[in-house]
């Protein structure tokens, strides 16, 4: 290809290459946060009013006490309820639980109830907000109501370090892990527009979120690019295999990516030998990649994503830069 000179598309990169930068450096002051906990109002069955508040405010400061843990005020929950007109007091199951920690931006929230039959009993559930469902459930029977105080303090802290064993293991075991298979519409920019038209493929891609800092995430992508030629090019075929790098910003079930990705590219163009298009001659290559971009991933159901995303790359040769724009459109799962 014909020598570019100032390699635009090298200076873009460059650029969004310290902005990424950037959005690490704040996500390793933002990984310093302890885990992010909301505590809604016990529900009451057959006691005196005020019993599941009062032992909702027993819990939420050992909790406090515990020093583990950033617990989320009640006048936030309230306000935030308000705005979205969710009945909170009703809040009973996981699904309403995980809803309402997805709007705090929280890692847990705590739901409960204190009911009684001939003895009062204090039951405490954890809702994982990330997963949509329970991981812990504990219960506590008090015989009087000056009971209820010293058996809600227990069976908090019973909760809150059964809490930090899942943290602890999450951080040396539990990483969450995306597999998408992606489909692409490329458009050639620059000197490769002269070449060749508008082009199609397909890749996989594999990620790891949370890796050293909490959203930090790094991966692999495997693609496979079909251009139709123009002129005197029937047509180019690239395989590129690259390394990704990003920073996953996370909005109810939406996940915003900004991506990095580097690695090479197998390069197969057919070019025609003579002015008829009679004879054709293939020219093989291997050179160094360089993308950056932006997906959205969206749960649907349970575990699995629809993706939308753009991004811009360019392969690099002795002659010059070959740079390209994508949109992308996939389907994947989380593990």
Known sequence: MRKSGKYPALYAVCILLFCFAAVTSYADEKAAQRPRIA??????????????????????????????????????????AHERRLQVAECRDARCAAKIGQLLKADYVIIGSVDRLDTYTVAMKVVDVRQGSIIISDSVEAREVGDLRPAAEGLARRVAARIRGIGKKRRTFEYPVYITANFQYFFPVGYLRRLADAGYGASVSARIEDIFVKNLLAGMEVQFIYFNGKKTMRHAIMVPVTAQFGYSLEIWRLSFVPLVSLGAVYSMNNYYSDILHLTRSWRRGVQFMLKAGMVVDCMVYRNFHVRIGAEYGSSFEEAGDAPFISCIAGIGVKF
């Open 39 to 80: 505590i809604v109002n016990f529900t009451e069955n057959n006691t005196g009013p005020g019993t599941g508040r009062a032992v909702r405010n027993s819990v939420e400061i050992n909790f406090f006490r515990d020093g583990s843990f950033v617990i989320l005020e009640q006048s936030r929950l309230d306000s935030i």
